[in-house]
Nanobody
Framework: VQLQASGGGVVQAGASLKISCVASGGDISTYFMGWFRRAPGKEREFVQG???????EYADFAKVRFTASRDNTKNTIYLQINSLKPEDTAVYYC??????????????????WGRGTQVTVSS
């Protein structure tokens, strides 16, 4: 399966943004899907994930302003980010979880990363 994230851009602090990830070449409806991000100079980190049934797993920093969701009819997942802060500046990636040997926030559990979408928050 191929994943393509989109919807990023340059926004001002305090704004909201909803980014999308469309899957092609396969059905992701039965998979746990994760959102990760890589900020400049930092390692990629888990943000939030959504189960096939729409339940979420969160990174601690992403419990309030971030909401992952999915539309299985469109083979698409979303990440709503509210009250954006400059420290949210990062490339955001979606990925499909294919292993359950480690915890959900471990990127080794995932494949089909795609190119990501850049979110830049200006102060």
């Amino acid at each position: 399966v191929q994943l393509q994230a989109s919807g990023g851009g340059v926004v001002q602090a305090g704004a909201s943004l909803k980014i999308s990830c469309v899957a092609s070449g396969g059905d992701i409806s039965t998979y746990f899907m994760g959102w990760f991000r890589r900020a400049p100079g930092k390692e990629r980190e888990f943000v939030q994930g959504v189960t096939a049934a729409g339940l979420r797993e969160y990174a601690d920093f992403a419990k309030v302003r971030f909401t992952a969701s999915r539309d299985n009819t469109k083979n698409t997942i979303y990440l709503q980010i509210n009250s954006l802060k400059p420290e949210d500046t990062a490339v955001y990636y979606c990925a499909r979880r294919v292993s359950y040997r480690r915890r959900y926030f471990n990127e080794d559990e995932y494949d089909s990363w795609g190119r990501g979408t850049q979110v830049t928050v200006s102060s």
